[in-house]
């Protein structure tokens, strides 16, 4: 099976700007997590979905959103880029159910985001 | 909210020493996983620890779930280069109903000189 794919690898914007991250589960995983990975914070949770639904999201502010199409492909959107968002953006899916909450997270590569 | 400490935050060993790092959670954990991620790479699942004392191993690395289910540790024995890289504990929550998201330690990056 192929694995998580994430597109653009690489990203810079500038402050203010929007930009859209694009995440491809494993072919018959449904739930998608986001990541943010910076040195000072580490890995930090954004949100998950399932089956289109938003089903967790950790504290990070109403800029940063996602949702999940029907083919479990997911998007997270940044609005109003700050320079502190310059950072490692990590998709994850795994196969769990719906009633299924502690399975392993298969990582993307990543996308690189710098804000200038 | 849910915190998980992860000590030390680097490790730099000879090559064949052992290696320790070890994961702290300020609440219970219904379990905990472990993920290494090689520079430049991404986090790859390593194992899941679900029972109270459990300890699993894989080759050289032994892992251990404590008995309150709120602190972990990984070893490694006799280190190798191949085993550079930052390994994150990572606890999911044990509050009950839905709690879909796993809290990640910081990291323990191992540096291994030949």
């Known amino acids: 099976k192929a694995g998580v794919t994430q597109t653009p690898r690489y990203l810079i914007k500038t402050r203010g700007q929007q930009v859209t991250l694009s995440c491809s589960p494993i072919s018959g995983h449904r739930s998608v997590s986001w990541y943010q990975q910076t040195p000072g914070q580490g890995l930090q949770f954004l949100f998950e979905?399932?089956?289109?639904?938003?089903?967790n999201k950790g504290n990070f502010p109403g800029r940063f959103s996602g949702r999940q199409f029907s083919n479990s492909r997911s998007e997270m959107n940044v609005s109003t880029l700050e320079l502190g968002d310059s950072a490692l953006y990590l998709c994850a899916s795994s196969s769990n159910g719906e009633w299924e909450i502690t399975d392993t997270q298969y990582f993307g590569p990543g996308t690189r985001l710098t804000v200038l | 909210g849910q915190q998980v400490m992860q000590i030390p935050q680097y490790q730099h060993v000879q090559e064949g020493e052992d290696f320790t790092t070890y994961c702290n959670s300020s609440t219970t954990l219904s379990n905990i996983q472990w993920y290494k991620q090689r520079p430049g790479g991404h986090p790859v699942f390593l194992i899941q620890?679900?029972?109270?004392?459990e300890v699993k191993k894989q080759k050289r690395l032994t892992f251990q779930f404590g008995e309150a289910k709120k602190n972990s540790s990984l070893h490694i024995t006799a280190t190798q280069t191949t085993d550079v890289g930052t390994y994150f504990c990572?606890?999911?929550?044990?509050?009950?109903?839905?709690?879909?998201?796993?809290?990640f330690g910081k990291g323990t990056l191992l540096t291994v000189n030949p």
């Open positions: 979905y399932f089956s289109e639904t938003q089903r």
């Open positions: 990572a606890g999911m929550g044990d509050s009950g109903g839905s709690n879909y998201k796993l809290t």
């Open positions: 620890l679900v029972k109270s004392g």
